[in-house]
Structure formats: C-alpha cells, structure tokens
C-alpha cells in the first residue's frame, strides 16, 4: 500500500480514539502517548511469545537479570549471587525493599514458582530446567537452584532478553497452568497496568509505581536503573500507519514503536521528528510451518516450500529499502558467532527440484491454510508473496487474514487446518532471539513443547541438549554448525532474511529512548 492510498485509509473511527485519549483525565500529569507495533488483547508474557505481549511484561513485571548494551548479563531483582567451584549449586539473594503493585513483598517463593512456570513454555527455559535437580527456598529472600549435571547457560537462561522473558510474578500468578492465561496482572515492575482503562482495539493505560526502587546503575538496554519518568504511558491502537504518522507530526503523539519504511520520506521531513534505530542488533523474518498436519507433517512437502523461496521477493515486500534488509540464508543469524550460511538457497527459487519434492511428497492438492496478520507491520506484507511463490510451486494457498492477537491466539491452536488451525505462518524475532540453539525456538524438536509448529526431532533435542551442557567453545561452535544443519535438512522453519527495524519520535518533546532488543518507556522523559 503506497502512501497515498494509506492517506485515503485514514478514517474518522481512528481520529477519534487519538481525541478520546487527548480529552481523558488526569492531564495534569506527564503522559507518554504512543503506537506500539499492535494491539494488545493477549497479557500472559508466557503463555505467549507475541513481541506486544512481551513489551508489556516489561512494563509492569521486573526479572532476576538483564542484559545490557553489551549483551552482559547484569543483576536486576537479584543482589547478589555466588556458584559452587563445579558451577553446580547456584544461590541467590533478592534486593531489599522489592514490592509487588498490590503492596505485599517480593519472596524468594514467587521467584521459585515464576522461574518453573517460564521454564515450562520456553524453550531455553524447558534446556534448563532438564538439568536441575531441585530449586529451594532458603528464607523470604534467598533461594538456591542446584543442577543434577552441567548447565553452563544458567545465567544466559535466567538473563534471556526477549520471548520468552523469565519476568518474576506473584506465587498465586506463577502457579497458573502454564498453558492457561492468568488474569491477575499485578507486577513489581516500573508502572502499573490499569485494567479498568484497558479498552481493546483502542488504547491501553499504564502509570508510574511509585514505590519501584530503581538500581542505582544508569540504564543500559535491558539492564540497571530502570525509572519511569513519566505519570502516565498510553498505548494507542491505531491500525492505518498513515494516521499514526500524520498524529505523530501534528504532535497528537509523542512516539511511533514502528513506521513502514515507505513513510520515512514524511517523517524526515519534518524538523521536529526523528528516527531511531531502538534494535540496533535487528529483527529475522521467520515463515513457520505447522508439523502436525498435512502437507508439512511430511519432510519433502517442507522442502519443496523451502526450495520455492525467494528471500528478497519478501524483503523488498515487507522492508523495501536495501539499505536496512539483508538477504540472509543462516538460520541462526547472520553477523552471529554462529552464523553458517546456506549458498544460493532461498534467493533464487529451485522451482523444478521443488515440484518434484511436492510430488514425492504425496500432497493432495489440500488448499494450505497461511495466516496474516493485516495490523503487523513488520510481516503484513508478506503472505501475498508466500501465495504466489508457493503456487508457481504447486501448492494451493488460502490466506486468512485477521489482526495479529487474532493470529498469536490461533498459531496456539494444534487442530486441523480446517478445523481452526493453520498450515503457515509469519513472524519476526529479534536477532538475540536467534543467534544461538540455546535461545533460537524454533530450532526446538520438542515435539508437544516445542514452539508452534511442533516439530518432532529426537536428533535436534540431541544437539540443543548438547550445546547447553558444552562448555568449550570450539566444540560448542561445531555443535551449533549441526543444528543448522538440522534445520535445513528437516526444513524446521524458513528464514526470510533480516532487517534493521526504526522507530519514530517527537525530538522535540521526548529525550532518553533507549537502544535495546525490545521497546521499552522507561528513562523516557516530555521536555
């Protein structure tokens, strides 16, 4: 969609949600208004590892550590900890003075419970929790994990930037079926959610929690002191990113999480708007098959899709500036210390072998239901190219379109196609989310607890499992080589290339929008 067809798209129902929240109360305080790359209708930060979900977890939940600008992880609810001399027994004390919103104190028990609950759903989490054999509360502030056999990734794990984020929770939040959504979203974090302003499709409200007890470190990324320098931080729903823009530049708004790339021309031009590049490690684009069901329960079906591909087809789609996408063919990143890169494949299509894959494969013709996510700016774009690409292949496609929580709820679903489920997705993830087996999920072959799309590889689980008990550095390198290997022989998943993602923001009216691998309001202070 060219800008003046999204000019044409501004409607008056999206005008009025930017007046609505101009004319709410409490204008006496500092408000932070913004766009965030979606609308928010799922909160569980572990049920699901949707990017909005997990910037709203970092506004109202704090974790034990945080990396830093570095990629170092630093402490953050923890003051100190120390390891055995085998790195077998690891003990760890709270800071003091850490309050839940409700007033209660932060314990060594909450921490215990949210630490099993994460380790159930995540990848890296589920590596961990594999190796320890027990986890015991010492007293009210301290607690020891002690590991059956090595685990050199503990701190990594505890530490992971982005989906899923271990964020510390109330024991009777944690103790939730991690495969069900809680309701109960009381945090210890920077601001409070306030669920009774929460309206879906419009706007969501968080305020500052005064009794958060930031580090005394300056923030760096993820990491240190985390203060909320503003009352009142507003999330608007606006779906036509030419509204945003024009909202932004009239100074309705004061920042855009992640403008298309086609409107950067309008934003430069203005002198009171700039962009950021808030995720200077970037993004992955990932195309996900689901291995449950036909076709792609069969490996030749897979590469017959993987081999159907054209990278830059979907980058110039989605991104369209060359000079912030790169054509990428390593799973698992390319700049990475694991990078192994793949040939031509994925940038020019091998459209005979692919057929001949689809035939081998036994595909019935079955339309292959693929997923998109109109209100996703960073993968709207992309499933109207998955189509054709996947049908000069000899695949029918039926694109379901909906919003992205619609998409996060129905990914989660392992029915048949036909039934409410799926065949094909698209997401993106941050590169930290990807450079490495241990925090990559969609390498997971863990069958029911792998990612979505449930591969099912006994091989796979050898390698991760391996990689994470491996503590030189050269044999961890050639374990990580294998599982990209893996994960082009089995065609787990499909990378779409990388991208630099910008944010856009009222220089004149904001200062301190930090650089790290998620969005985050906190130092964010209105001139």
């Not at 506004?59 to 085998?86: H, R, T």
């Not at 087809?313 to 390319?334: H, M, S, T, W």
């Not at 893996?486 to 910008?502: E, H, I, N, P, T």
């Not at 856009?504 to 969005?519: C, E, F, M, N, V």
Request: aromatic content about 8%; proline content about 6%; glycine content about 6%.
């Amino acid at each position: 969609m060219n800008g003046l067809r999204r000019a044409a798209a501004v409607t008056i129902a999206a005008v009025g949600v930017i007046w609505a929240s101009l004319a709410a109360p409490a204008m006496a305080q500092t408000t932070l208004r913004l766009v965030a790359h979606s609308d928010l209708k799922v909160l569980d930060p572990i049920w699901t590892t949707a990017f909005i979900t997990r910037n709203h977890g970092y506004m109202i939940y704090d974790v034990l550590f945080a990396k830093d600008g570095n990629g170092v992880v630093k402490p953050q609810m923890v003051e100190k900890f120390e390891s055995s001399p085998d790195k077998l027994t690891w003990t760890f004390t709270l800071r003091s003075g850490l309050e839940w919103h409700d007033g209660k104190p932060v314990t060594a028990e909450d921490c215990v419970a949210s630490i099993r609950r994460w380790a159930a759903r995540d990848t890296l989490g589920q590596q961990m929790i594999a190796a320890v054999g027990d986890i015991k509360v010492l007293d009210a502030a301290s607690f020891r994990i002690e590991l059956k056999e090595p685990f050199g990734l503990l701190l990594e794990a505890l530490g992971k930037p982005s989906s899923n984020v271990p964020f510390m929770m109330p024991k009777r939040v944690a103790e939730t079926d991690p495969n069900k959504q809680f309701d109960d979203y009381t945090g210890s974090g920077p601001f409070m959610f306030k669920k009774d302003e929460w309206k879906p499709g419009e706007k969501l409200v968080y305020l500052k929690n005064p009794k958060y007890k930031p580090r005394a470190e300056p923030p760096s990324a993820l990491s240190g002191g985390k203060i909320a320098k503003v009352d009142r931080v507003e999330w608007l729903a606006i779906g036509d990113p030419m509204t945003a823009v024009n909202a932004l530049i009239q100074g309705e708004i004061d920042i855009i999480e992640v403008p298309p790339p086609d409107l950067f021309p309008m934003l430069r031009a203005d002198k009171n708007v700039a962009l950021l590049g808030w995720n200077p490690l970037g993004s992955q684009i990932i195309m996900r098959m689901n291995h449950l069901h036909p076709p792609f329960d069969n490996v030749k079906a897979r590469q017959a899709l993987m081999l159907s591909i054209a990278q830059e087809d979907f980058l110039r789609a989605q991104v369209g500036d060359p000079e912030i996408y790169k054509v990428c063919n390593a799973p698992l990143v390319c700049g990475s210390a694991y990078e192994k890169s793949y040939g031509n494949l994925l940038v020019k299509p091998d459209l005979d072998k692919a057929r001949a894959l689809l035939k081998e494969s036994g595909y019935d013709g079955k339309p292959v239901v693929m997923l998109h996510q109109t209100d996703l700016q960073s993968s709207n774009q992309l499933p109207a190219v998955g189509k054709q690409l996947l049908e000069r292949a000899g695949f029918k496609v039926d694109v379901q379109s909906s919003d992205w929580q619609t998409v996060v709820s129905r990914r989660a679903r392992k029915e048949a196609p036909d039934k409410g489920g799926w065949n094909v997705f698209y997401t993106t993830t941050t590169t930290v989310d990807s450079d490495s087996p241990a925090s990559n999920s969609y390498t997971s072959g863990a069958c029911d607890k792998a990612w979505f799309g449930w591969p099912c590889d006994s091989e796979m689980e050898k390698l991760r499992a391996a990689f994470a008990r491996e503590t030189d550095p050269e044999k961890q390198k050639a374990l990580a080589l294998a599982v990209s290997d893996r994960v082009m022989d089995q065609a787990s998943y499909v990378v779409l290339g990388q991208y630099k993602a910008f944010g856009a923001y009222r220089k004149d009216r904001i200062d301190g929008w930090l650089q790290s691998p998620a969005a985050v309001w906190w130092n964010i202070s209105k001139k």
